[in-house]
């Protein structure tokens, strides 16, 4: 018997890509699942509060999420934590029950409508100071909360581990940006590879500073 479906209503308080990263000591790779809006409103019949809601690029396609819209749906709760940066997910029914009074204000933090997860794909990203992204760029477009599986054996793929990382799509000249520490990454037998600098200029050169 599926999970029961719960009702769920709030205002947006950001609208990101829900992005699931895949490491391999100095191999990565990204999935692109669709969306996390993070709302402050009620999930059944819970006190309110804030709480984040996992959508399909199908869905944020049809509705254009941005801060400040009221949006209500159902969901069910995730199945493993280490997988997902959202607490509910498989959205369905949704609706919008009311539009951002005005446009957001330029950024940073940009809280607009975001791209689709192609362009996010395309630009790249560098690593974000997890206190910098709670401080400043939880709101923003830009930002990504990305759950990380980290396969420390290759030939021993089951053996893993599972962590969190911030990431930053937006302008190379954000004054709000911080890179924060370099990321490092188990291996097996006990090495550990370093994700230097170069790695995040190399995934953001075909970028120019504003871009």
């Known amino acids: 018997m599926g999970i029961s479906k719960v009702a769920w209503q709030g205002e947006v308080l950001a609208v990101q890509p829900r ?12 999935a692109y699942p669709g969306f996390a ?6 999930v059944g ?10 959508i399909g690029p199908g869905a944020q396609a049809k509705h254009a999420f941005r801060v400040g819209d009221t949006v209500r749906g159902l969901a069910v709760p995730i199945a493993d934590e280490h997988m997902e940066s959202v607490e509910l997910y498989k959205a369905s029914a ?12 330029e950024g940073p933090p940009w809280r607009g409508v975001p791209p689709t997860l192609e362009t996010y794909r395309d ?12 401080a400043s760029c ?5 930002g990504c909360r990305m759950p990380v599986v980290m396969i420390v054996d290759h030939w021993k793929p089951d053996v893993r581990e599972c962590r969190f990382e911030t990431f ?3 302008p190379k000249s954000c004054s709000a940006y911080r890179a924060g520490p370099t990321r490092k990454v188990p291996g097996r037998n006990g090495t550990t590879w370093e ?15 504003d871009e």
């Not at 992005?19 to 990204?30: A, E, T, V």
């Not at 949704?94 to 204000?105: D, F, G, K, Q, T």
């Not at 630009?123 to 709670?134: A, E, F, N, V």
Request: hydrophobic fraction near 30%.
């Open 94 to 105: 949704l609706e919008v029950v009311s539009r951002a009074a005005s446009s957001p204000a």
């Open 195 to 209: 994700e230097e600098e170069w790695v995040d200029e190399e995934a953001t050169s075909h970028r120019g500073p």
């Open 45 to 54: 019949e819970e006190a309110e509060r804030e709480f984040s809601v996992g």
């Open 138 to 142: 939880r709101s923003c477009i830009w």
């Open 168 to 170: 930053c799509y937006g």
């Open 19 to 30: 992005i699931r990263l895949i490491r391999s000591f100095d191999q990565r790779n990204h």
């Open 123 to 134: 630009r790249g990203h560098r690593r974000l100071d997890p206190r910098t992204y709670q």
């Open 37 to 42: 809006l993070l709302l402050r409103g009620r």
